[in-house]
T-cell receptor
Framework: NAGVTQTPKFQVLKTGQSMTLQCAQD?????MSWYRQDPGMGLRLIHY???????DQGEVPNGYNVSRSTTEDFPLRLLSAAPSQTSVYFC?????????????FGPGTRLLVL | GQQVMQIPQYQHVQEGEDFTTYCNSSTTLSNIQWYKQRPGGHPVFLIQLVKSGEVKKQKRLTFQFGEAKKNSSLHITATQTTDVGTYFCAGGIGGGSEKLVFGKGMKLTVNP
């Protein structure tokens, strides 16, 4: 039981490049979410999903796309990377809605955009 | 939008000291959760409080949820070097409790 896994662990991009951050969970949790963490800013919600086929925007969705074709996977796509997207990205899952349930976080992806 | 404020943002204590950190929301929360993040790590769930006025203890950590469900506190007694890290509170918002709003965190350092 791996819990929540994220790949890659580190990534360097050039401005304008696109990439996908992978997130997978084997806990059979319905709810998954993506956060970014910047120094002094805490964790800010990017997108979330309450189940396969359903996604919604969080606090800072611009520049990111998500899809949820299966319960297990919730990839985050950067369409055209910008230096402002340099951050640490965490994926999380919970049995039900995040607001009422323990969030299980993945180890994070550290992204640098040059 | 909804905000969850944590004070202080930084706390430096001598090993063995007690201290309290606070979390305040502009709106009523369905529940409050506390997480701890070690340097270079990911947030790890500590506890969830749901009821008005609820108090829970985990060894040297005491968590409290305010009567109005808009604020919370974390009290640590006899701080140890293993307590080092950043502590986040997060509030559940919305009727469906689909979102968590995180505070900016309280970074704790301990002088041995």
């Amino acid at each position: 039981n791996a819990g929540v896994t994220q790949t890659p662990k580190f990534q360097v991009l050039k401005t304008g490049q696109s990439m996908t951050l992978q997130c997978a969970q084997d806990m059979n949790h319905e709810y998954m979410s993506w956060y970014r963490q910047d120094p002094g800013m805490g964790l800010r919600l990017i997108h979330y999903s309450v189940g396969a086929g359903i996604t919604d925007q969080g606090e800072v969705p611009n520049g990111y796309n998500v899809s949820r074709s299966t319960t297990e996977d919730f990839p985050l796509r950067l369409l055209s990377a910008a230096p402002s997207q340099t951050s640490v990205y965490f994926c999380a899952c919970s049995y039900e809605g995040a607001g009422g349930e323990t969030q299980y976080f993945g180890p994070g992806t550290r992204l640098l955009v040059l | 939008g909804q905000q969850v404020m944590q004070i202080p943002q930084y706390q430096h204590v001598q090993e063995g000291e007690d201290f309290t950190t606070y979390c305040n929301s502009s709106t009523t929360l369905s529940n409050i959760q506390w997480y701890k993040q070690r340097p270079g790590g990911h947030p790890v769930f500590l506890i969830q409080l749901v009821k008005s006025g609820e108090v829970k203890k985990q060894k040297r950590l005491t968590f409290q949820f305010g009567e109005a469900k808009k604020n919370s506190s974390l009290h640590i007694t006899a701080t140890q070097t293993t307590d080092v890290g950043t502590y986040f509170c997060a509030g559940g918002i919305g009727g469906g409790s689909e979102k968590l709003v995180f505070g900016k965190g309280m970074k704790l350092t301990v002088n041995p």
